[in-house]
């Protein structure tokens, strides 16, 4: 093992401790990581002392082999954090990782969803069926509050506040937010923990406190994952015969769009998202602007 190898190791040990990474996300930490220190090796660079050309030739090859531009950078912060940290607790720090400019992404707005399309995937499910019930009522849910599907898959019955009207999401860091929502919504999750989430429950053949309290159980009666919910929602878009590359972060995107075209400020959205940085949010204002050109151009006269 390289020098520069055991300091990724306990750079993302760190990491994950005090800013609570999600599995997937310090196993990209790491990934990058150690595919930087391997091109090290290979390329005969001391990682500790590495240079501008150098650390330019390492993302002009990632660019040769067709990496996408955020995958390029989102390398190239990673290594920027692991430097940071080795000069906080050994003292070296070559500039080239803070000098080295970041590649420019071009912009792409996010896929998000029409009213009619959303309408269409809710009622695709079949309530009833104890799985139909819990399908219809993750998506309600989904819709209702813009959570990430990593934050729907942690939520336990206590999670939802029938009284208040909200749910408590746990977003990136482990962050708390609280997030209001509609009454359909509320009414669906109701009906869903009352008569399906029992018999579903039922059917698991290991006790586990743990499952006992989540709110979405497989017909296992086991948690979900975000992976199984993730399955659920891609089954339920081909059922609707909507666009397979939809997504559940589409309806993130359509939640916070609906928001601002709605008269919500940008700091409620960012505060309702659970976005850390401002300028995260602000790509949800181009999508308002940009159904506001549509709405003038399929109704205007001389359009």
């Known amino acids: 093992m390289s020098s520069l190898e055991i300091y990724v190791d306990a750079y993302v040990a760190q990491l994950t401790a005090v800013r609570g990474l999600s599995e997937n996300t310090q196993k990209g930490y790491a990934s990058d990581l150690a595919d930087y220190s391997r091109w090290c090796?290979?390329?005969?660079?001391?990682?500790?002392n590495v240079t501008h050309k150098e650390?330019?030739?390492y993302l002009a090859e990632l660019s040769r082999a067709r990496y996408a531009t955020t995958t390029i950078n989102r390398r190239l912060s990673a290594i920027r954090g692991l430097y940071s940290w080795i000069f906080l607790?050994?003292?070296v720090s070559p500039?080239?990782?803070?000098?080295v400019a970041s590649p420019k992404v071009a912009r792409v707005l996010p896929k998000t969803m029409t009213d009619s399309e959303a309408e269409q995937l809710l009622d695709c499910c079949d309530v009833s069926s104890p799985a139909g019930l819990r399908d219809r009522s993750f998506l309600e849910l989904l819709y209702a509050s813009g959570a990430r599907i990593s934050e729907v898959s942690r939520l336990d019955v206590g999670s939802i506040d029938f009284a208040g009207g909200s749910v408590k999401l746990f977003g990136k860091g482990s962050k708390e937010r609280v997030?209001?929502?509609?009454e359909l919504a509320l009414d669906w999750v109701k009906r869903y923990v009352q008569e399906a989430r029992p018999v579903l429950l039922a059917r698991s053949k290991k006790s586990c406190d743990k499952d006992d309290a989540a709110l979405f159980i497989s017909t296992r009666g086991r948690r979900m994952s975000?992976?199984?919910?993730?399955?659920?929602?891609?089954r339920h878009v081909a059922q609707a015969g909507l666009d397979p590359a939809l997504t559940p972060h589409a309806?993130?995107?359509t939640f916070a769009t609906e928001l601002l075209s709605g008269g919500?400020?940008?700091?409620?959205v960012q505060e309702l998202l659970g976005h850390e940085s401002l300028s995260t949010t602000q790509i949800y204002t181009h999508l308002s602007v940009e159904r506001l050109k549509d709405a003038a151009r399929a109704s205007h006269p001389r359009a």
Request: aromatic share 4%; hydrophobic share 50%; proline share 2%.
């Open 264 to 268: 919500a400020d940008l700091r409620s």
């Open 251 to 253: 309806m993130r995107h």
């Open 179 to 182: 997030v209001p929502l509609y």
């Open 226 to 234: 975000a992976d199984a919910l993730r399955v659920v929602f891609e």
């Open 89 to 91: 607790h050994v003292g």
């Open 55 to 57: 650390l330019r030739a």
């Open 41 to 48: 090796e290979r390329n005969g660079v001391d990682a500790l």
């Open 95 to 99: 500039d080239a990782a803070s000098s």
